[in-house]
T-cell receptor, first 112, second 112 residues
Framework: DSGVTQTPKHLITATGQRVTLRCSPR?????VYWYQQSLDQGLQFLIQ???????AKGNILERFSAQQFPDLHSELNLSSLELGDSALYFC???????????FGNGTRLTVT | GQSLEQPSEVTAVEGAIVQINCTYQ??????LSWYQQHDGGAPTFLSY??LDGLEETGRFSSFLSRSDSYGYLLLQELQMKDSASYFC?????????????WGAGTKLIIKP
């Protein structure tokens, strides 16, 4: 168990809809990262937060947004969903810039 | 630009030794990490090299040569449970910002 909690585990929704994925980092970790992984693909970095502030941005679509709250949990919002957004979405947390990432079990999003 | 290259797939026999290579091109190299991911599972941290040389953790070892921009993960006494994808990731530092750049992953297939 990595200590990172992601909910929900599975999500099935229709095109055009909006969903929110939730992540609770390991206790004490200030950094939260979001990744997208399509079937048999690598990890695509979306965005990173550190102690409530956006720290780095990757290939995140304008339809996607995220935030980190004062209690350090984070949410990833995906809107106007398309079939191509179907993927595993991972959240990871770390204690610092040089610390390993600890990944949650992911949310499997299926857009129909 | 920044890039990482690793083989897409490697096949080995149970009980054997296998090496997964990773070459990188970054502007502010700060360290090389390896992660393991089983199908449908979360990536888990294996090792980190910031300095040249070999780091050993049980059956797994990781090597780094900064002058060659090259590293590898060595898996010994292969077991069927080692069948997974292995990702190298470079921590790149620009000023006070750290960025984690990921390889596309190497799928390790182990045959009995």
């Amino acid at each position: 168990d990595s200590g990172v909690t992601q909910t929900p585990k599975h999500l099935i929704t229709a095109t055009g809809q909006r969903v929110t994925l939730r992540c609770s980092p390991r206790s004490g970790d200030l950094s939260v990262y979001w990744y997208q992984q399509s079937l048999d693909q690598g990890l695509q970095f979306l965005i990173q937060y550190y102690n409530g502030e956006e720290r780095a941005k990757g290939n995140i679509l304008e339809r996607f947004s995220a935030q980190q709250f004062p209690d350090l949990h984070s949410e990833l919002n995906l809107s106007s969903l398309e079939l191509g957004d179907s993927a595993l979405y991972f959240c990871a947390s770390s204690a610092g810039a040089n610390s390993p990432l600890h990944f949650g079990n992911g949310t499997r999003l299926t857009v129909t | 630009g920044q890039s990482l290259e690793q083989p897409s797939e490697v096949t080995a026999v149970e009980g054997a030794i296998v090496q997964i290579n990773c070459t990188y091109q970054t502007s502010g190299f700060y360290g090389l990490s390896w992660y393991q991911q089983h199908d449908g599972g979360a990536p888990t941290f294996l090792s980190y090299n910031a300095l040249d040389g070999l780091e050993e953790t049980g059956r797994f070892s990781s090597f780094l040569s900064r002058s060659d921009s090259y590293g590898y993960l060595l898996l010994q006494e292969l077991q069927m449970k080692d069948s997974a994808s292995y990702f190298c990731a470079v921590r790149d530092r620009t000023g006070s910002n750290y960025q984690l750049i990921w390889g596309a992953g190497t799928k390790l297939i182990i045959k009995p």
